[in-house]
C-alpha cells in the first residue's frame, strides 16, 4: 500500500526569494553553471559563493 505525501506548501515570497538567488548578483543572469565544485554566471563569469 503506498502512502499519499503530503504536498510542500510555499508563499510567494519563497518561491521568488529562490529565485532571486538563482540569478547573478552583479549582471542579474539566470545562467548560473557549476563546475569544479564552484558555482560561476555563465553570462559574466562571476564566482558565486553559494
Keep these: 500500500m503506498a502512502m499519499a505525501r503530503k504536498k510542500e506548501e510555499?508563499?510567494?515570497?519563497?518561491?521568488?526569494?529562490?529565485d532571486a538567488l538563482k540569478k547573478c548578483p552583479?549582471?542579474?543572469?539566470?545562467?548560473?553553471?557549476?563546475?569544479?565544485?564552484?558555482?560561476?554566471c555563465g553570462k559574466c563569469?562571476?564566482?558565486?559563493d553559494w
Design 10 to 18: 510555499k508563499s510567494l515570497e519563497a518561491v521568488e526569494g529562490e
Design 26 to 40: 552583479d549582471c542579474g543572469s539566470d545562467k548560473v553553471e557549476y563546475k569544479n565544485g564552484e558555482h560561476y
Design 45 to 48: 563569469g562571476l564566482v558565486l
